[in-house]
Structures are given as structure tokens and as C-alpha cells.
């Protein structure tokens, strides 16, 4: 938020770009607290959902919808069953399989490497399946193949899953990606920006949170955030969304999500220390080998002046239903009032022209 | 799994009683043969959408676009032909002024999710929010319309009504076009991308609604200007319409197919035919009046096409990533920097 003619003009910095201090850009005093974030390192993920679990109850949100002809709600999406974030939905869990034929594990789209399923991956023993390894020279020491029993396949991996979990069979590879999603609580929030009850607001936390009592559902924030977090829902008619458990901040505790998580996936923290703590953990996994991983949404520079809740990924965002380069819309809000503005002034134009010399009755 | 070629699923996760809002059917996934453009590269997740699709009524709003043009340019009609001398072209214009924003108002409040807090969108004035602006600009337009309208119907205080006609007629044109800020500043990326073509079409959907009701209403000798500003209308409208598909480029496809594409075809049919039939048939009664018809039937057709372009474009996955890429490919060319995305400039 900024002063009317700044937005007008677009001479705010407040719009779009680097902004180290949003809360005191939001009209808070320089005493509040530092701004708060999520870390999700999606290379620990281990699918649980216990974050969804958890948010759901500590936040009391309900039921997303399920009918009853369709009572299980089977995406046929892997094990996701949730589908996407929304109003009912403030963490979910994507899953993808990547599955493909043996030998094919080199660079993948985009030309980027992806490490998937690095050669000499060790083949699986156990189980009692019958099948031979399909590499007898490089299997692994561990179970003894005469003694049928659960491996742990982790730590066969040659990096501890850095890679995504992964599954091995005779014909195919399959490389499992999980991230739990979650409210990016934008630097520049366009879901805030176009609100126009002031529902959404800058919390001292340095995170976006929707007041239900003044909320009156007009939803122009759903189609204004970039990444498809918030939604407007039907029940009640207002706009709900991750507040990153505002209650729960206010009492000093963590929100629940990464309260729940059982890997460390989620981290909670300042913001400052989560982004150091992810630039380490970056260079580590580069440095054993993990050419794919990618920070998303650490960038300051980027299109939405950085995410207050960001991401370790193992692919591209897209492959998880982020979008690549998201941008704030109001960044090109100052234009757009110009043409508009000059647009009307061309109108009234037009109108007078339109009496010009056409004769007094 | 990650490609554009898989069927997407319904929307299992939200809420909604049924997808009508959303566009039942554009929610599904784009079979290969609809692409236009090769994305081959092109992932997504199952093929869902990224953004979410505006929750706006449909045909509410594309219906209060069309009436808040319509009034906008009303009012300039209502002033200017009082100040002409053109008793009917006033009158025809002072109360489409009024029912306009009137009616306007009431789509306005019953898209809402919540009605009754209609109110709370004059707790602040927000610039970065066009709704919250468009609001200040609808509710003094819509008193000074109503009031304009209210003493030209009872025939008292005329010098009172002649003065709020003319607020009402300045602040008309303003009315006309923030509504295509109010699409284009979403992430929707037909609207967003289209922030430059998008209030001239709407400037020019207003004249040709504003001028078709001045057809419909005047009589003969008081309707010239109204045929010229409806012509002109329909003009820009056509020719910016055209400009705004061909400059969006793969994000222009949505104005081609489905509901949206059909609705377009019919609404430049609307205008064209409108347009000749004011140029042609001005002069009698029975011509003049279904040329307006058709000039405003087209400017709505406008309306209800943007919008549902708007929806496809939101549900389809292509025109995220797409465009983004593109971008980060052409942000990485002129910065020399290696493939890397710039995320890991960090590492
Ligand atoms: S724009 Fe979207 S991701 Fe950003 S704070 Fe708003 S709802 Fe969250
Ligand atoms: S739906 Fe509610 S939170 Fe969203 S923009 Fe409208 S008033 Fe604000």
C-alpha cells in the first residue's frame, strides 16, 4: 500500500521490485517483528500430508467439497487427492511420478540434467518377487538375497533420496516428486494490492492475511494471485487462504504445518535465517551432485519482489503447478491507469466530435 | 503426466456447487489438436490450471460492463443534447444514464459472495484496487445519473438537473474504461497482457451501446450525433479487437474457439451490420432504432467475449507457462548469464 498519487503515477517503489521491509511499507511501526517465513525443502518431502492434516485442524477449515457421489474424490493423480490449493485447501501436497524406460535417466526437458536415477543405482533384493537384480555386478552389499525382506531404500540411494525418492523396476525408472504447496505470502502481494474492502492486509509478521469480518466476497483476489492460492468459498461466500497461523505467531509458536512435519520439510523461521539456511542447503546438494535442485522464490528480484514462503525443487516449477516467472500484477498498474485515463479523456472527445457542427433543430 | 496432452481432471478439490461459473468444460485439458502453436517443451501438473479462474458471475459482470459503458456514454449524450437543444436525444440519454448505472450497481452487488457488505467497499479508497476505485467512480455517477434522470421524469428543478447531468456526463467516460483495468490488472493472462488494446475496445464498446440507445430513443431529427458516436464506436471496437487478438499472440487463441470465439464472431456481426445500418437508415424511425439494437447487442456480445476469453485463459496451463518461459529465455539472452535459472544465482 502506498499514498494515492504514488500509485496513481507509479512512482512507488511499493509495487513491484526489492523491498527488504514490508511491514513498515505497510504502515507498521519499525518495532514490529521480522518478517516470518516457510522454507519447504521439497528433497525431504515424504508425501505424509500430516502438513494438510494439521492445517486443517488447527485452523478449523472444512470439508473441500465432497459430494456424495463421488465420495473419495480419486483425482487419479498419483496419491494426490486434494487437487490444488484453495479456500478449503492451504496445504497441498503435489505428487508426481516420473516414470520412464531404463537408459533414459540423462538431461531431461529444457535440456537441464536432472540426475534422475544416476547410473549404477543399485537394484532392489527382497520382497520376494523372483525378479534378479538387473545389474548383478553393482548390487549393493546389504540384505542377503536369500533372506527375503524389507530394504530400506533410501539408504541404497548413493545420496540418501536426495533425488526425489526413487523406484526401480525391470522396465522403468520412477522418479517420486512431492512439495507441499502453501501461500507464497508475496513481497508484493497482487492478492492484497486489488483487494478493494481492505480484507487483506500486511500482518506485523511480514505475511498476508485475509480478516473474514470485512471480507464481502468479491473475488477479485482469486484471479490476481499469480500463483492460484486464494479462493473464494462457496459455504460462506468470503475468501479464505493460508494466514500462516497468525493466531499461532502471535503466541510465539510455529504454524501448525511445519509444527506436524515429520522430515523438516517445512521449516518456519525469519525470513533472513530460512534463506541462508536454503542457500546452504542448495550448495550441499550441488555439491553431491544434485544439478536439479533450485531454490523458488528466494529471488528478491523476481516478478514478485520474493516469497515470504519459498522452495527447494527438484524440477521445474511447473512440473509442480507453480507458475515459472510470476509477476505481481499491479507491477504495470501505473500504465494501465494512464491508457485508461487517456482512453476516457479520448471518450469525452469523441462525444463532443460527435455534436460538431451537426445543426441546432 | 507432465505434458499438454492430458485430460485434466475436474476440479475435485474445490467447493462450488457446480463449475458453471468457471465455464463447465474449459476446465478440461487441451487435446494436442486444438494447439496452435507447437508446446512440444511445455509441462504442467496433470495439465491443471496455475491460476485460478475469476469466481465472478457470469452473466453479472460482463452485464455490468456492458451497462456501465452504455451509462457513461449516455450521460455525455443526456448533456450535450440538452445543451443542443435535442429534447428526445436528452431525455433517451439521462434516463439510459440512470438505468445503466442503476442497474449497473445492482449486478455490481448481487455478484457478490457476500451482498449485504456491498458497504465495505467504501471503507477505503484503494488505487491499486480498480474495483474499489471503479466503485467511487460508480456510486457519485450513479447519484448524479439518478438525479439527473429524476427531474427530467418529474420535469422539477431543471437547473439542478441540467448541472448534475453535467457532473453525471464528466465522470461517464471514466466509468467506460477502468473497467478494462479492472480485467487487465488480474493474472489472467488474456486480460493482463492485453492491458494496452483492452480499454480502447472497451472505450469503443461504450460508444457503440451509448450511441445505439441514443438511436433507439431519439427521434430522427435529434439523432445524428448518436449515429455518428455509434459508428465510431463500433470501429475502434472492431479494430481494436482485432489489434488486441493479433498482438496477444498463443494468448490471443481463447478469442478463436469455444464460447468465447463464438461470441466475438456474433458481436462484430452485431456491430458491423449496426454500423451500416446507422450510416444507411438513420433517417427512418424503424432502421434507425435496429441499427441501435444491433450496435448494442454487439457492444454486450464484447463483454460476455472478453469475459469468457478471460476464464479459458485462466484454465489453461499453456498460457502461464508459455509466456513465463518465454520470458526467462529472453531475460537469460540479453543478461548473457548461463542456463541456469536465476534462482540459483544463490547457490
Ligand atoms: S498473491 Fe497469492 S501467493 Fe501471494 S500472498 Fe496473495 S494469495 Fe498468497
Ligand atoms: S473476496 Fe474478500 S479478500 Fe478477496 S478481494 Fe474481495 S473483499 Fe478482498
Redesign the pocket.
Known amino acids: 500500500m502506498t499514498n494515492l498519487f504514488d500509485a496513481f503515477t507509479g512512482t512507488a517503489n511499493s509495487l513491484s521490485g526489492p523491498l527488504p521491509d514490508p511491514q513498515t511499507d505497510a504502515g507498521w511501526s519499525d518495532a514490529h517483528p521480522k518478517r516470518v517465513g516457510f522454507f519447504t525443502d521439497t528433497s525431504v518431502c515424504i508425501g505424509c500430508k500430516a502438513c494438510e492434516v494439521a492445517c486443517k485442524e488447527w485452523n478449523l477449515v472444512p470439508d473441500d467439497g465432497t459430494d456424495a457421489s463421488d465420495l473419495y474424490r480419486l483425482t487419479g493423480m498419483s496419491y494426490d487427492n486434494t487437487g490444488d490449493l484453495g479456500a478449503s485447501s492451504w496445504r497441498h501436497v503435489a505428487f508426481i511420478e516420473d516414470v520412464r524406460p531404463h537408459g533414459t535417466a540423462t538431461p531431461a526437458h529444457g535440456g537441464q540434467e536432472t540426475g534422475f536415477l544416476p547410473a549404477g543405482l543399485p537394484a532392489v533384493h527382497g520382497g520376494g518377487n523372483g525378479h534378479t537384480p538387473r545389474d548383478a555386478a553393482s548390487a549393493p552389499p546389504g540384505p542377503d538375497p536369500a533372506q527375503p525382506g524389507t530394504v530400506d531404500l533410501l539408504a541404497l540411494l548413493p545420496d540418501g533420496g536426495a533425488h526425489g525418492q526413487q523406484t526401480p523396476d525391470d522396465e522403468r525408472d520412477v522418479r517420486w516428486l512431492m512439495s507441499s504447496d502453501v501461500?507464497?505470502?508475496?513481497t508484493h502481494?497482487?492478492?492484497?494490492d486489488v483487494c478493494p474492502t481492505g480484507a487483506l492486509f500486511r500482518t506485523e509478521f511480514g505475511t498476508?492475511v485475509v480478516q473474514d469480518d470485512i471480507c464481502n466476497g468479491c473475488g477479485y483476489?482469486v484471479p490476481?494471485?499469480?500463483?492460484g492460492?486464494?479462493d473464494v468459498r462457496e459455504s460462506d461466500g468470503g475468501a479464505h487462504?493460508?494466514t500462516l497461523c497468525y493466531d499461532r505467531l502471535g503466541e510465539g509458536l510455529e504454524p501448525a504445518c511445519a509444527k506436524a512435519c515429520p522430515t523438516n520439510s517445512i521449516q518456519f523461521g525469519d525470513l533472513d535465517e530460512l534463506q541462508a539456511a536454503a542457500d546452504a542447503r542448495l550448495a550441499e546438494l550441488h555439491g553431491r551432485g544434485v544439478h536439479e535442485a533450485r531454490l523458488y522464490g528466494r529471488d528478491p528480484d523476481d516478478g514478485?519482489g520474493g516469497d515470504g514462503a519459498f522452495f527447494l525443487l527438484l524440477d521445474e516449477p511447473e512440473v509442480y503447478g507453480m507458475p515459472p516467472d510470476p509477476i505481481?500484477t499491479t507491477r504495470d498498474l501505473p500504465e494501465m491507469w494512464r491508457n485508461a485515463a487517456l482512453t476516457a479523456v479520448g471518450l469525452g472527445a469523441a462525444l463532443v466530435a460527435a455534436f460538431w457542427k451537426g445543426g441546432r433543430r | 503426466m507432465t505434458d499438454a496432452n492430458t485430460e485434466m481432471p475436474e476440479r475435485f478439490g474445490h467447493d462450488r456447487g457446480d463449475d458453471r461459473d468457471r465455464g463447465s468444460g474449459k476446465r478440461r485439458g487441451r487435446k494436442g489438436e486444438q494447439l496452435q502453436v507447437p508446446e512440444a517443451d511445455f509441462r504442467s501438473y496433470y495439465g491443471r490450471p496455475i491460476i485460478k479462474a475469476p469466481v465472478w458471475k457470469n452473466p453479472d459482470v460482463p452485464l455490468y460492463l456492458f451497462l456501465g459503458g452504455l451509462a457513461g456514454t449516455s450521460a455525455g449524450l443526456g448533456a450535450l443534447g440538452a445543451a443542443t437543444g435535442r429534447p428526445t436525444l436528452r431525455r433517451t440519454g439521462r434516463l439510459a444514464a440512470a438505468g445503466g448505472a442503476v442497474g449497473g450497481t445492482a449486478f455490481l452487488v448481487h455478484d457478490l459472495h457476500r451482498p449485504s457488505r456491498f458497504l465495505h467497499m467504501l471503507r477505503v479508497l484503494k488505487p491499486t484496487s480498480p474495483l474499489s476505485v471503479g466503485t467511487w467512480i460508480l456510486s457519485p455517477f450513479a447519484t448524479f445519473a439518478a438525479a439527473t434522470a429524476a427531474s427530467e421524469v418529474t420535469g422539477l428543478v431543471r437547473r439542478a438537473g441540467d448541472a448534475s447531468g453535467v457532473v453525471a456526463a464528466v465522470i461517464g467516460p471514466a466509468l467506460a474504461t477502468y473497467t478494462a483495468v479492472l480485467f487487465s490488472n488480474t493474472a489472467v493472462p488474456t486480460w493482463h497482457e492485453a492491458h494496452r488494446e483492452l480499454p480502447i475496445v472497451f472505450a469503443g464498446s461504450a460508444a457503440a451501446a451509448g450511441g445505439g440507445m441514443g438511436l433507439v430513443g431519439s427521434s430522427v431529427r435529434d439523432n445524428l450525433p448518436a449515429a455518428r458516436l455509434a459508428v465510431g464506436g463500433a470501429a475502434v471496437e472492431l479494430v481494436a479487437g482485432e489489434v488486441m487478438e493479433r498482438r496477444l499472440g498463443l494468448l490471443g487463441d481463447v478469442y478463436g474457439k469455444g464460447r468465447a470465439g463464438v461470441l466475438m464472431k456474433a458481436s462484430k456481426a452485431c456491430l458491423a451490420a449496426g454500423a451500416v445500418g446507422a450510416v444507411l437508415g438513420r433517417r427512418r424511425r424503424w432502421s434507425a432504432a435496429l441499427s441501435g439494437l444491433a450496435l448494442m447487442a454487439g457492444s454486450a456480445l464484447t463483454r460476455f467475449g472478453v469475459f469468457d476469453a478471460g476464464i479459458a485463459s485462466a484454465n489453461d496451463p499453456a498460457h502461464i507457462v508459455v509466456p513465463q518461459r518465454e520470458r526467462i529465455r529472453a531475460r537469460q539472452a540479453t543478461n548473457q548469464v548461463d542456463t541456469a535459472p536465476s534462482d540459483r544465482a544463490f547457490a
Open positions: 501461500c507464497k505470502h508475496c502481494a497482487g492478492c492484497l498476508v483476489c490476481s494471485c499469480p500463483y492460492v486464494i487462504k493460508c514478485v505481481v
